[in-house]
């Protein structure tokens, strides 16, 4: 085990924690720990922009600028008065420090950097990438000649870090993706304790709440295997087929759990894509301990602490009065378009979401959007009723339109790059009841007391409470008989947090609204935007998907790991709120009320325990493989893929980026016997090959790919004028032949040309270098 890494890493990370948050006192001032939770997203971006911008002429001289411009920001800000209070700042690096070490142990015992069970091939050869490269953008490791047409922002970050601690590339993979994993859970306890303090909850109760829905917990479809497992096989049975459930992995016993059966609980029907046979489509509806028990440094993962950091910009933009103009016009013209442009080249993905917080939060704030206006200007926009709400919605659409173009701007030479040709369609079948309640059933469940006890709250007399809770039910089935079951399960939600963040009670009615421009006591606060944004992502995903030849998979899959990130911060304080603070009025007995306090506390304890089996398999699984421990993601090579490990490690060790050739197309399978290459020599090395793993079928077009393909058959086959020709056309350094490469083709001919000489020979490869 790599023990002076980990301890340099860590070290590292502790001292962006400091750095960046000197910064963020300056950015959240009302937080109740000055933001200190959010200094290493901060001190992240402050290294990003600088390397994103100065690395087109440099890398080498961009990340050490970058280091002297995050030094220089944060004495400057101290210099001023500023400093990050102990407590909190130890706080925070405890959080920090044990969710790093967890995926620190959980890659140790699984380090390897491998093609099958996700898109390790592509996260690596991205990574080997950079830290080849002179300048950004990295030239495509699966098509040689040309820049990576993918979204490289996240890896950037990684090189970035590999390349000030001098860390080789297969450690740096692993040891950056327990960074990102530690980012998020400590942005996560962050947002979620000032959010609670700012409601005057219980901030450690609130914050450690969110660090565990965000890092620990799972879905319910985990907890409802165990349950049918318990239950006899009488009641097993129908419920399993009442649910959609086979009777397969847990529930039929705990020695048949896969961790990865959680990420697979949606299954669309294939006929609607014509895309999967014969059984389903499968949606990837992950959650983040499940991704990073994977291993995948995935963009959807690393982008979560940045998401979060947006949300806090907004969150700070919540808090401050509408007299203070200048700061809430910073804030969100200047800090939040910044990060949108990280975000937007780390996960595109994403990248709408920022924008869609930004216009919730001004939508909801208790400073009125016209406030942002010069006075004169403002004067005129002030109109009472429902035209001063309809006001208000539309200054928030333009405000979040304008954080778009702004960080369109920030992020303007990666948009400038290769187009993507993936268009939008319209979902023809949506998911159902079971399905939803099983993937967002610890958010909404929640989220729904919470809600009702908050709208009841406003209702004079019992029956219309009981009416507002049957109305909520009978929507819920309605959408559900009309297979539109997100609507009818999220429908409430966005009516209800939108209501009571925007007014104290529902009878005031709308021309209530605008005497709040200036503050009020409002029922929810921030959470509520939270809520929203969830929400309104899962419905959007219900009906409207990118075309691609995997169904919705990937829509889904890139944002539903959204939806769990800003839901599991909002259910902190959510949580806290129902265990401490509820006291329903309502029922007329003393016992009914003590009774339904226990009762919500137990509700808490059985969700929190529920959503820990998952976790409480996987880790116990993953650890009955523990060998030797090891952060090296390229040290399974010798016993994997004896014959081609030297010859790898040979093509490593070489200088810049010389292009290769190897076996076309390729994808998720290492399997040389059949023909299957996986771009291995490409995308272990970051070195650029002619044409590597199909996806960039995808990223570009078919055509243009499958000319490669037949290009690179031609080098390996072809005549020898056709081979001088190609190999001058894609400037080939070094021709790999290795077992996929003989298997596929056949009998190999490029060894016969004159200009070409065998540079290494090692078990079953041959190295060919063009003179």
Known sequence: MEFALVATWLALYLLLLYAGATAATVLFPRFA???????????????????????RLSLSVAVWLALAVLLAVTVVVASRGRSVDG?????????FSLAFLLVV??????????????EKFLDFGLLQSLLRAETIPPEDMWFAGEPVAYYYG????????????GTAGQYAYNLALAGFYATLVTAAYGLAGAVAADRDLPRRLSAGLAAFFVGIASNLSTPAKFLVWLLPESLSRPLAAAAGYDLSGLATGPRSFSYWDASRVIQDDPADFGTYEPAAAPVIDEFPLFA????????????????????ALCFSYYQTPAAQRRRRLGLLFGAVPVVGGLIAVTNTWSFPSVAGLAMLTVAVAPAAPTTLLPERYARRLRVDGLGGELVRIGAALAVAVVVLVLGLVWSLPFWLGPASGRELAVLPDRSSLVELLAVHGPFVLPFGMYLYARVAGTLSDTRSRLATGAAVVGFVAVGAALDIAAVGLLGPLLVGAWLLSRGPTLSDGVDALPALADG?????????????AGAGLVLIVEFVFVRENIGRMNTVFKTYMQVWILWAVAVGPVLAWLVTRWRPTWPSADRVRAATTVGMRVFVAVLVVSTSLYGVFALSNHADRAGDLTLD????????????????RWLDDRQGQPTIVTAAPAGYQWVPSEGKGASAPASLTGLPTVAGWYHEAQYRNDTVYQQRVGDVETIYTGNQSAQRRLLSTYDVTYVYVGPAERNRYGTVTIGDLPEVTVAKEAGGVTIYRVQ
């Open 33 to 55: 720990d000055k933001g200190v939770a959010f200094g290493v997203p901060v001190a992240l971006s402050i290294l990003w922009l600088v390397v994103y911008v100065v690395g």
């Open 87 to 95: 407590r909190a700042y130890a706080e925070a690096a405890a959080v």
């Open 105 to 118: 142990w959980i890659r140790a015992v699984d380090p390897a950097i491998v093609p099958v069970g996700g």
């Open 154 to 165: 996240g890896h950037l970050l990684a090189a970035t870090l590999a390349r000030l601690t």
């Open 292 to 311: 990073w028990l994977n291993g995948d440094m995935h963009a959807h993962m690393m982008s979560t602490g940045f998401l979060l950091l947006a949300g």
């Open 520 to 532: 009020g006591d409002r029922p929810v606060g921030f959470e509520a935007v939270l809520i929203l």
């Open 633 to 648: 993601g390229q040290a399974y090579l010798d016993d994997a893929h004896p014959q081609e490990a030297e010859a790898i």
